[in-house]
């Protein structure tokens, strides 16, 4: 060996940039989403599996690369095969970096870095965006097939949401029944007046629906049915803190959270899928393939002022 801290430099970044990659879903995709949806149990022995498979090909692939260039000596099972010490240690390691995404997956990313930070020990007021997603029909989705059919059915909509979140920036806050909250900060720009995050929530909200309506097939035949969400945009000024001493939780308090819920509920009154309300609007460039259509004002419980609403669709 003619450099060890070259060689050890070598090893560590073949080891650990495969497992990086995955992380971040730039490869095996599928199979990375698949594996988040599993219960805790499994889900701790399939990703050790699959580290333990990328963490030896990037240890064989930097042995062979090391041995090539002359910067190692010894057989070529030393430099395929990870040491029994090094694999042990390893194995710990990865035991320690899966529980600690495992409980961030539980958490959220957002709040658990706000949790482990203390970020909102003291309430913060700041602006955000908040997206309401409900399923439509749940009720009598419920009595046609049970509540444990339509809990899995509710379930399996709330996992397929996910990956549409974390392309497009946000993060889930809670489950709410079988509805979602969602949020993105609201930072528009000193320049244009505009915010990148409304239109990112837009382009979040059809592409789950554009998922849905490609997977329509599945639904109808594990679940009996496709589902059929309702979703409403609104943003403003909201207070954020963290409450709780045994169970810990990030909250918002604040009049844009109900009104995201009213108008949430005004879908179903005006036969719309997506509302987002004026005051967002204003902030948002709508992602190519949608457009607006004006609905005038509402006036929406809890509020004394009327809220101006605009309907989102596809072209």
Sequence with gaps: MRNGHVVAMVFANFCTMPLIVFERGFILRGLHARIRRLPTPTYFLSTILIYFVLAGLGFAAA???LKGT???????????????KTLAYTLILFFLG?????????LGRDVFLSLLTGRYRRPIQEERIFLFIDLAGSTSYAETFGDLKA????GAIFGGICEPVIRHGGTIDDYVGDAAIISWPLHPSRN??????AGRSVACVFDILAQIEADAARWQEKYGRVP?????????????AEIGVDHHKITYFGDVVN???RLEALCKSVDRPVLMSSDLFDFTVLPTGIRAEPLGTYMLKGRDQPLGVVALEKI
């Design 63 to 65: 042995g062979v690369l």
């Design 259 to 261: 009104t995201t819920a």
């Design 70 to 84: 002359g910067q190692i000596t010894g057989s070529w099972e030393d430099v395929l095969i990870i040491p029994p």
């Design 228 to 240: 059929q969400l309702r979703a409403a945009l609104h943003g403003g000024s909201v207070v954020t």
């Design 98 to 106: 899966i529980s600690v995404m495992r409980i961030r997956q539980l």
């Design 192 to 197: 244009s007046g505009r915010c990148d995050n």
């Design 151 to 154: 809990q899995e059915f509710i």
